[in-house]
């Protein structure tokens, strides 16, 4: 079975991709709006962990209103949540039998509510798969130490390929670049280059 999964570079969604491998062929799928070329890092690390990669572009006007929706809360929850929905709806529009993302259970954002999973499932007749549901950040952390080479730091300042990005890029461009700062707590993040020697 095919399976789409929303990836990022990041550890939490490698993670998923390597849990679910077992029982899907599982495509790294990078949703981007065209704005900046980060997608490419995600590119990176699935030639690096050896999983299948598609980039798809999303509606640019879903970016437009996570920015709006940004600086009118003054916090990127809303917009983010905004755009993480808008991307699954893209994905499970791609063709495959399941699509899946790396959220885990203590994530504040995105979440996929059981209604919106199952209204997802119905009218794209699809799987969506949360394989992390179950891990809390100590036990990914745990499980990614053991497995996967990592960089992390500062959200603004390490290599990745999520929507906070261009999401970043577009809040400039539109309110001026003191506005990140005002709308974006600082925050680490993380990007896999690859796989651990212990594996």
Do not use: C
Not at 6 to 30: E, I, N, Q, R
Not at 106 to 117: E, F, I, K
Request: hydrophobic share 40%; net charge negative.
């Amino acid at each position: 079975m095919d399976l789409g999964l929303l990836y990022s570079g990041g550890k939490d969604s490698t993670l998923a991709a390597l849990l679910l491998a077992d029982f899907y062929d599982v495509t790294l799928v990078t949703a981007h709006f065209g704005v900046t070329d980060d997608w490419k890092n995600a590119r990176d690390t699935a030639e690096a962990t050896g999983f299948d990669f598609e980039a798809v572009e999303l509606d640019h006007d879903a970016a437009v209103t996570a920015v709006e929706r940004m600086v009118e809360d003054g916090y990127p929850r809303n917009g983010i949540q905004h755009v993480h929905l808008h991307a699954l709806e893209t994905v499970a529009a791609m063709g495959f039998d399941a699509i899946a993302d790396g959220t885990r259970r203590d994530d504040r954002v995105p979440t996929v509510s059981r209604a919106q999973a199952q209204s997802l499932e119905d009218r794209h007749d699809i799987d969506y798969i949360v394989p992390l549901s179950g891990f809390g950040r100590g036990a990914v952390d745990r499980l990614v130490a053991a497995t996967l080479d990592v960089e992390s730091g500062p959200s603004d300042e390490i290599r990745k390929a999520d929507y906070e990005a261009e999401l970043r890029t577009l809040l400039a461009r539109e309110h001026g670049a003191e506005t990140i700062d005002e709308v974006f707590p600082a925050h680490e993040q993380t990007y896999v280059t690859g796989f651990t020697e212990r594996r």
